[in-house]
């Protein structure tokens, strides 16, 4: 599947709602309580795009004539000093398995060298996820060890496997 990457609207709020709110990836985002929508709504009405600023990235994947989100992209922890930063990747259900998470991913490998000028990109993955770890890998990202016991998901304590990707 062929993307786009943009902004955050205001107008994508509902996506956020529905992406925040899913409580299968609860596990993984560190999410313990739902969003409203009207807190999501004044976040996106407000979000801070300066990554250098705020920390964080948040970008919205859209299809290539830049109709609804087909996911979120996001660079988090973004550390200056060590040039490196955390990504994650929400894609929606009807479009997974597409080509859309695969395409963002090599997108903010490119983005994040190219225009922010970053030298690794890292990942945290559930063990347990094994499309999400077959992605990364897909992606380039190779495994620098497991933090057992390390995210509480579907009832039990779960393995985080970390992932990192240099950047040239």
Not at 13 to 34: C, F, I, M
Request: zero cysteines; proline letters at 4%; a neutral charge.
């Amino acid at each position: 599947m062929d993307i786009r990457i943009r902004a955050l609207e205001p107008s994508d709020a509902k996506y956020l709602y529905d992406a925040e709110n899913d409580h299968s990836l609860w596990g993984v985002s560190g999410t313990v309580a739902p969003y409203s929508l009207h807190a999501l709504s004044k976040y996106a009405e407000s979000y801070d795009a300066d990554p250098f600023a705020s920390g964080q990235l948040r970008l919205v994947i859209t299809g290539t004539d830049g109709s609804d989100p087909v996911g979120l992209l996001d660079f988090y922890d973004i550390s200056l000093l060590h040039a490196h930063a955390w990504v994650g990747i929400y894609i929606r259900p009807e479009f997974r398995r597409q080509g859309a998470a695969l395409a963002a991913l090599k997108f903010a490998a490119a983005y994040a060298h190219k225009r922010l000028k970053l030298k690794q990109l890292a990942a945290k993955v559930l063990r347990s996820s094994t499309d999400s770890l077959a992605l990364f890998r897909r992606a380039g990202y190779d495994s620098r060890g497991v933090l057992t016991g390390w995210y509480f998901a579907d009832g039990v304590m779960q393995d985080v496997e970390l992932l990192t990707l240099p950047l040239s």
